[in-house]
C-alpha cells in the first residue's frame, strides 16, 4: 500500500482486515472528517469527498469506499467516547484508533487533579495509551511540586514537561507521541500551541477553501494533521472539551489501579473503605502513602459513571413511555371517532 495511507497509520494488520474489500474492488482510506451525510476521505490517490447513509463512522475510522460511497467501516482499535449532548441516550465517539491520548495539565494554575483523573479514565477506557502533558513550564516557579502531584495521580501513564514558549521537553513529548494521537484539555491549556509544534502546522488557519461537490466553496478543516517527521497524525476535533464519562467502569480501575492494588489486602471483599476493620486503603491513607483526596476522587468518579447510565436508562424508559402513549392516544382517535377524519379529506 503506499506510503501516504502509511503516514495515516495504515499497516499490515489494517491491510488483512480491509482484504476481504480488496477482493471486492473497494478502496481503502482513513476518514478525517465528517459531516451530516458526506466525509473527508484520505486515499493512497489523495483526499476524496464520500457519501454515506450509516451513522457510525467518525473521525479516524479506516473505511471502504466504492466510488465515492463509503461501503463499510472497519473494526475500530480503539474509540474515545464521552457522554452524548442532551437529548441522546448513548455515548458519542469524538475519535477512532486513537493510539494516545494526551492529558494536557497547565502548571500555571493549581492543578485540578480530578479533572486530569476523569481524562485519564476516559484514556484508558478508550484503549489508546495516555500520556499527561505538563505545559507552560516557563511561566511555574515549581515545576517539581506540580510534578510530585501529577505523579499521584499518573498511575500507569507517563508525564512529560514541556514549554511551548522556551522549546523544553518538546522532543521528548514528540517521541512519547507517535501514532493517532489526540490532546484532550479544557480551553486555554495550550493545546493549540502545542499542536502547532508537534505539527508545523498552525491550525487556527488551518481552514482551507474547497469547492465541494456541488460547485460551491466552502471552507473546511481538516481534522487529521501529519505529526512532524512522519511519526503519527493529530486528531483535532472539536468537541473534546468538558469531557464526562460514558460506560468506563474500566477505565476508571485503570486509572486508579494503585487503589484497587490496595483494595485487595482489605480484610472484607466487598470493604468501602470507610470504617470497616481491616481495612488496607484507610491504612495506607492514615500512613501517608495515599492521598485521601485520591480515595474521594475515586468514589465520585465511579458515582458519575453509574449515574450517567442511570439517566440514559431513565431517559430511554421515558422515550418509550412517551411513545406508547402517542399510540394509545392514536388508536383512541381512530376508533372512537372512526370515519370522520376519513369523510372531511
Ligand atoms: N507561558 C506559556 N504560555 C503558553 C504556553 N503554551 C501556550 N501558552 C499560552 O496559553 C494560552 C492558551 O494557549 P492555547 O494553545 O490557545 O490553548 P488551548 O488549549 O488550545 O485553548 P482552546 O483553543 O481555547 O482550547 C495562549 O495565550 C498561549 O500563548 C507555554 O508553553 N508557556
Ligand atoms: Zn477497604
Given at each position: 500500500?503506499?506510503s ?26 482513513r ?20 457519501e ?11 473505511v ?11 473494526p ?31 502548571c ?37 511540586r ?44 495550550g ?73 485487595a ?16 486503603v ?34 430511554l ?29
Open positions: 500500500m503506499s501516504s495511507l502509511e503516514l495515516f497509520g495504515w499497516d499490515s494488520t489494517w491491510a488483512d482486515a480491509f482484504a476481504p474489500h480488496a477482493a471486492g474492488g473497494l478502496t481503502p482510506g476518514v478525517v472528517r465528517v459531516d451530516r451525510g458526506q466525509c473527508d476521505v484520505i486515499t493512497a490517490a489523495g483526499p476524496v469527498r464520500a454515506f447513509t450509516r451513522t457510525d463512522v467518525c473521525t479516524g475510522d479506516w471502504a469506499l466504492s466510488g465515492l460511497y463509503l461501503h463499510a467501516v472497519l475500530r482499535r480503539t474509540a474515545l467516547v464521552r457522554a452524548a449532548a442532551s437529548g441522546l441516550s448513548h455515548g458519542q465517539v469524538l475519535a477512532a484508533n486513537v493510539d494516545v491520548v494526551a492529558v494536557i495539565v497547565p500555571t494554575v493549581e492543578v485540578d487533579l480530578g479533572r486530569a483523573e476523569r481524562l485519564l479514565a476516559l484514556a484508558w477506557e478508550s484503549g489508546a495509551r495516555p500520556v499527561v502533558v505538563l505545559t507552560k513550564t516557563d511561566a511555574c516557579p515549581d515545576v517539581a506540580v510534578r510530585e502531584q501529577i505523579d499521584t495521580v499518573a498511575v500507569g501513564a507517563d508525564v512529560v514537561a514541556v514549554s511551548a514558549v522556551a522549546g523544553d521537553g518538546l522532543d521528548a513529548l514528540a517521541d512519547a507521541l507517535t501514532g493517532t494521537v489526540v490532546l484532550v484539555g479544557q480551553s486555554g491549556v493545546k493549540s500551541t502545542l499542536a502547532t509544534a508537534l505539527t508545523g502546522t498552525d491550525l487556527a488557519v488551518q481552514d482551507v477553501r474547497e469547492v465541494d461537490g456541488k460547485g460551491r466553496h466552502t471552507t473546511v478543516r481538516r481534522e487529521m494533521i501529519p505529526l512532524r517527521g512522519g511519526r503519527g497524525v493529530l486528531i483535532d476535533t472539536p468537541g473534546l472539551r468538558g469531557v464526562g464519562l460514558y460506560d468506563a467502569e474500566d477505565g476508571l480501575h485503570r486509572a486508579f489501579a494503585d487503589i484497587d492494588a490496595l483494595a489486602d482489605c480484610r472484607f471483599g466487598d470493604c468501602a473503605h470507610g470504617s470497616e476493620p481491616g481495612c488496607a484507610r491504612a495506607a491513607i492514615d500512613a501517608g502513602l495515599l492521598p485521601a483526596r485520591r480515595l474521594d476522587s475515586y468514589r465520585k468518579l465511579i458515582r458519575e459513571n453509574e449515574w450517567a447510565a442511570a439517566r440514559t436508562d431513565a431517559r424508559r421515558s422515550e418509550l413511555r412517551s411513545r406508547e402513549r402517542a399510540f394509545h392516544k392514536a388508536y383512541r382517535n381512530q376508533f372512537n371517532r372512526p370515519g370522520r377524519d376519513r369523510r372531511t379529506r
